[in-house]
């Protein structure tokens, strides 16, 4: 790619998320790589004044969009068109399709340059109408983070779907060192984060079974304080053994995932997810659901996956990793090694820009 063809990237940032995670990451390892001209812009929370607000009203209605669109989204978009005349840009790259495409996919004729998205949420969202997949065929070329997405997304853009996985930061999301001895003495401890589309169910019934057999196992749920009035939650909050964390600095994540003997994520539906990326990253066994796209984030040699709702055989598989030190170390150096291999953020990044030039 030739350095004076210029890309602008509309990234955002989550308050949940820590300064290691989530997808808006890639905009920092495609600004870094050298046949890379980048302008990086933020969405940020700002409300439009009298005049946009009444445009963006009157536009909202005549666009194809999802219902995560909102005005600090046409507000971007508006500010991706000023700098598009400014800079004369080659590439626009939606880092959040479902967030940041709205208008431009109404007058695609606003830009120079040609646009490409990365969509997050799994087909079942589109499929169920909380996003239009209609928006997407102003796209010159889509990124999807998982096999099943690419195949449905095909006939809307055919010829122009990406499957790339989602990275993460294998530099700072990896083992401890010498944690080997410390694990053998520790009891083991099975980690289960996150509320998006997470089979709370299940993982009240995993615990129950898991401490009916082996009460000196204990659970890290990393769950926001104020989504805890959930019944299944609820009932588990009686157990001495279930602990629970919110709140945490990068660096306390990272503990919490080293200090595990495995990631117990039992989930309805994905597409990628960072509780799993960063748990293999750290070389964490799974425990997951044969679902959406965890295949394309998981090997067999190291990840245990089952149908939804299979709170039976997820708690056999628990015990058969935690009662077994061996297994644990050889499943967690392979994690570990899948993660470095194909997840980190660098590889990712270098896919990406091939799509870039593919068009160029």
Known sequence: MSNDQKIILLRETFPWMGSHSGYDLICDYINNN???????????????GTILKTLYLYLERNIKKSVTYSAESFLAELEIVKKNIIFRTDIVHLI????????????????????VGTVHQPMNLWLKGRHNPEMVKQLEALIVLSHKEK?????????????????????????????????????????????????????????ERVLQ????????????????????????????????????????????????????LPLHDCTANNALLEGVSCGLPVV?????????????????????????????????????????????????????SCLDWKHIAQETVHVYEEFL
């Not at 302008?39 to 439009?48: H, M, S, Y």
């Not at 053994?241 to 117990?264: I, K, M, N």
């Not at 965890?294 to 935690?322: H, K, R």
């Open 151 to 207: 195949d449905f997304f095909e006939k809307f853009i055919p010829g122009n779907v990406h499957f790339i996985r989602h990275g993460v930061d294998t530099d700072f999301f990896c083992p401890a060192t010498g944690l080997e001895e410390k694990q053998k003495i520790e009891r083991p401890r099975c980690l289960f984060s996150g509320i998006w589309l997470r089979d709370i169910g299940t993982l009240h019934g995993v615990v």
């Open 213 to 264: 057999r082996n009460s000196g196992i204990h659970f890290d749920l990393l769950i926001p304080i104020d989504r805890r009035d959930e019944p299944h939650f609820e009932k588990l909050k009686k157990y001495s053994q279930v602990h629970w964390h919110a709140g945490l600095t990068d660096e306390e994540l990272r503990e919490l995932y080293r200090s595990a003997s495995l990631l117990l």
């Open 96 to 115: 959040y399709v479902e967030r940041m495409l709205g208008v431009l996919a109404k007058f695609p004729e606003f830009l120079r340059g040609k646009i």
């Open 34 to 48: 050298e046949e890379i001209n980048s302008i990086q812009l933020v969405k940020i929370a700002k409300k439009p």
């Open 288 to 340: 997951s659901n044969d679902v959406g796209g965890v295949p394309d984030y998981t090997e067999p040699d190291f990840a245990d996956l089952f149908p939804i709702g299979d709170a039976e055989s997820m708690s056999e598989a628990v015990l058969a990793i935690v009662d077994d030190f061996e297994l644990r170390q050889e499943r967690g150096l392979k994690a570990r090694a899948y993660a470095k």
